[in-house]
């Protein structure tokens, strides 16, 4: 694993952080829910002309924009095709892990990669599940090094 608080020279950078994730989608109104409903994320704003929505935390935004044809959608293999492996959302405690991992278990729409575990040698823990549009979603816990 990497360390996200490792120290690099000081330079100047042009590039200032993420400003938003787009994805695209099959089902706008399930993956929607998703978000909104298991990530925290709240409504900013939807466009019905390029059907998309707009979310946010407060800290992440993630722009939703439903395919043109969702019957002829081509799901992602992350083994064999260029673009995003998966986007990892960062939960603030084991326990909120365990409680999602628990109410995934419960919709029929969210496919679990797997289960809570340690990630790499630990003692960050994580586990990955495909929303139902099928983006690959990683949620992670990073505990303090003990």
């Given at each position: 694993?990497?360390?996200?608080?490792?120290?690099?020279?000081?330079?100047?950078?042009?590039?200032?952080?993420?400003?938003?994730?787009?994805?695209?989608?099959?089902?706008?109104?399930?993956?929607?829910?998703?978000?909104?409903?298991?990530?925290?994320?709240?409504?900013?704003?939807?466009?019905?002309?390029?059907?998309?929505?707009f979310?946010?935390?407060?800290?992440?935004?993630?722009?939703?924009?439903?395919?043109?044809?969702?019957?002829?959608?081509?799901?992602?293999?992350?083994?064999?095709?260029?673009?995003?492996?998966?986007?990892a959302?960062?939960?603030?405690?084991?326990?909120?892990?365990?409680?999602?991992?628990?109410?995934?278990?419960?919709?029929?729409?969210?496919?679990?990669?797997?289960?809570?575990?340690?990630?790499?040698?630990?003692?960050?823990?994580h586990?990955?599940?495909?929303?139902?549009?099928?983006?690959?979603?990683?949620?992670?816990?990073?505990?303090?090094?003990?």
């Open positions: 694993m990497f360390s996200v608080n490792a120290q690099e020279p000081k330079q100047e950078q042009s590039v200032q952080g993420v400003d938003h994730v787009g994805l695209a989608v099959s089902d706008l109104k399930a993956s929607e829910r998703f978000f909104t409903q298991y990530a925290g994320f709240h409504v900013l704003s939807r466009d019905e002309k390029y059907p998309s929505v979310l946010s935390n407060n800290s992440v935004v993630i722009t939703l924009w439903r395919v043109t044809d969702p019957n002829r959608a081509v799901a992602f293999d992350r083994k064999h095709n260029v673009g995003l492996h998966h986007l959302l960062r939960v603030s405690s084991e326990a909120t892990l365990n409680a999602l991992h628990d109410t995934f278990l419960q919709d029929k729409q969210v496919k679990i990669e797997f289960a809570p575990e340690l990630a790499g040698n630990g003692p960050n823990k586990m990955m599940v495909y929303e139902p549009s099928g983006n690959r979603i990683e949620f992670i816990y990073r505990a303090a090094a003990r």
